[in-house]
């Protein structure tokens, strides 16, 4: 127990905000995510600052937008020196800790351009995205050499699943009648239970970790953030039992779609349904096969994090502890006939956002519903302030979310921001689309959602009329929609010209920067009575500044 409290924060990869009870799924009953809900905020207008893993939370965990921080997509390093929660966190006798998943590639380049050893604690850290890494476990890796950077093999191995490659023979592939290992990669084998015990498989042993995490720190007076980051419900799409057979094709939604979407005659959006994983899940017998997989995901997490509250409970740490339940992106599951992510419509970019602050602070708001626009940027100076940070708004571009969880004045914005780089794609290649110009961003405001396609004509949908997003109005010659437009291309040129990289002048700094005349740099100044009556001081107390010999 500390002064100062702890914060949990659960982010589950590719977790649909719609697929929890809470959030109206009629079919998925969630209830220990549903129960913190009740404890805490929800917020029903949350988005993330990237529609895929990496970049996603490399924002989060930083506080800045892509365009700021540079990690643009999967596989591009956050560079040495980018400043994370972590690194604020520690200057104040805090600490962050990893639990799970990052999705991190770190900055070898940098570092041996800086001189710094990737195995001494400076370059951990740095290559663990500003975590200690308690347990990183990133997963999605099929046919890899076992994964020098996870125990979860050795665990699996330890317990009598050995192969070359545990993770994806056990926990990720299945049997089929005949005993036949067969991958679940293939969506076609959705429906396979996991050839591993549930008590085994990888939600269960991010679990297991996040509690002897906190047993470790049971007696330490430092407060922490553990991020517990599960891989799943991302795909492989495959669980173990008993979740593998809970949901058939009666539980799966109605897809939503319509024919003139998947006729479109926007290049853009034409490349993105004509890619493999778009084209698989337009297809009704993959989405019904896939979707009740996932649901059981979904169903086998609410269960572990329903393990984990209790613990809490009994340890006395859920009194002291503020719990957040985040998700980094959506999945589409045939929605819009199209499959994964990597887009802006809600399944996608609006993800499900949960705060429960135990302090009494918060009492007045437990069980609410937030509509404020919100971003996942805005945990990390959360969490700060949470921690006694001070604000750093020439580092951190998230706005504090504490007001609306304690219910005071203080926190506004008018838009989310989302980016996407997506010149490593199939649509980039089709479209001999070049890598500086193969980059998309989204911009809200609670009503009309904006996107800029570099090079391609805009899309734009009004989700007060079409809360659906079918009909695209980006070419719409309507007043309405013409003015919406021009407003929302000029607020976003504001946000991309704004100051985002001068993160090393902290106001003090700037002050004595800006005052060139207090280091006797004298511009403009005709003679001593000039001087003197702007800044106040005889000239002759100016003391003259040394030269070298």
């Not at 580092?395 to 979310?401: A, C, H, S």
């Not at 659906?468 to 407003?487: F, K, T, V």
């Not at 100044?525 to 106040?536: K, N, Q, R």
């Amino acid at each position: 127990m500390t002064n100062r409290p702890n914060v949990l924060w659960i982010m589950a990869d590719q977790l649909r905000f719609d697929y929890l009870s809470c959030y109206g799924h009629p079919h998925l009953h969630t209830p220990h995510i549903d129960a913190l809900a009740k404890r805490g905020v929800q917020f029903t207008s949350a988005r993330v600052q990237s529609p895929v893993c990496g970049p996603s939370r490399m924002s989060a965990y930083t506080g800045r937008y892509p365009r700021s921080h540079g990690s643009t997509w999967n596989g591009i390093p956050l560079r040495v020196g980018e400043p994370t929660l972590g690194d604020h966190l520690r200057e104040v006798g805090a600490k962050a800790v990893l639990v799970g998943k990052t999705h991190m590639v770190a900055d070898q380049h940098g570092l041996a351009w800086l001189g710094i050893d990737p195995d001494s604690e400076i370059g951990v850290r740095v290559s663990q995205c500003g975590f200690g890494a308690f347990e990183r476990d990133d997963g999605l890796h099929p046919d890899s050499a076992r994964q020098n950077w996870s125990a979860y093999d050795d665990y699996l191995v330890s317990h009598g699943f050995s192969s070359a490659n545990p993770w994806g023979d056990f926990a990720n592939s299945g049997l089929d009648e005949d005993g036949d290992l067969l991958s679940g990669w293939l969506l076609k084998n959705s429906r396979l239970k996991a050839n591993v015990p549930e008590e085994h498989s990888e939600t269960a042993y991010l679990t297991d970790r996040a509690i002897e995490f906190m047993k470790s720190e049971m007696d330490s007076d430092t407060p922490w953030v553990c991020h517990l980051s599960y891989i799943k419900p991302h795909w492989p799409y495959i669980v173990p039992a008993p979740y593998h057979d809970m949901y058939d094709e009666s539980h799966v939604v109605d897809p939503i779609r319509n024919a003139a979407e998947r006729d479109t005659d926007h290049p853009l959006m034409s490349a993105y349904l004509n890619a493999r994983v778009c084209k698989s899940f337009a297809r009704d017998e993959v989405r019904t096969h896939v979707i009740p997989a996932y649901m059981g995901l979904i169903k086998q997490l609410d269960d572990n994090i329903g393990r984990l509250f209790a613990w809490m409970d009994d340890n006395g740490l859920s009194e002291n502890t503020i719990i957040v339940m985040s998700s980094d992106h959506g999945d589409y599951m045939g929605d819009h006939w199209m499959g994964d992510k990597d887009f802006y419509h809600e399944m996608a970019v609006k993800v499900p956002l949960i705060v429960a602050d135990p302090r009494p602070l918060a009492d007045g708001t437990r069980g609410a519903k937030c509509d404020a626009l919100v971003e996942m940027i805005d945990l990390a100076p959360t969490f700060m302030t949470a921690m006694g940070c001070a604000p750093k708004p020439h580092v951190i571009e998230g706005r504090d979310l504490t007001p609306l969880l304690h219910g005071t004045d203080g926190f506004s914005r008018r838009y989310t921001i989302s980016e996407h780089d997506y010149s490593w794609s199939e649509m980039a290649r089709v479209l001999n689309v070049p890598q500086e110009d193969a980059h998309t961003t989204m911009i809200f405001d609670g009503r009309y959602k904006f996107i800029r396609c570099e090079g391609f004509d805009p899309i734009m949908f009004d989700l007060d009329a079409d809360p659906q997003e079918l009909n695209d109005i980006g070419r719409s010659s309507l007043p309405n929609h013409a003015d919406a437009r021009s407003r929302l291309e000029a607020a976003m040129l504001q946000w991309a010209t704004r100051h985002h990289a001068r993160i090393t002048a902290t106001p003090k700094v700037w002050g004595g920067i800006s005052n060139a005349s207090n280091v006797g740099i004298l511009i403009g100044y005709w003679d001593a009575v000039d001087y003197e009556a702007d800044v106040g001081k005889p000239f002759d107390t100016l003391k003259p500044v040394g030269r070298p010999n």
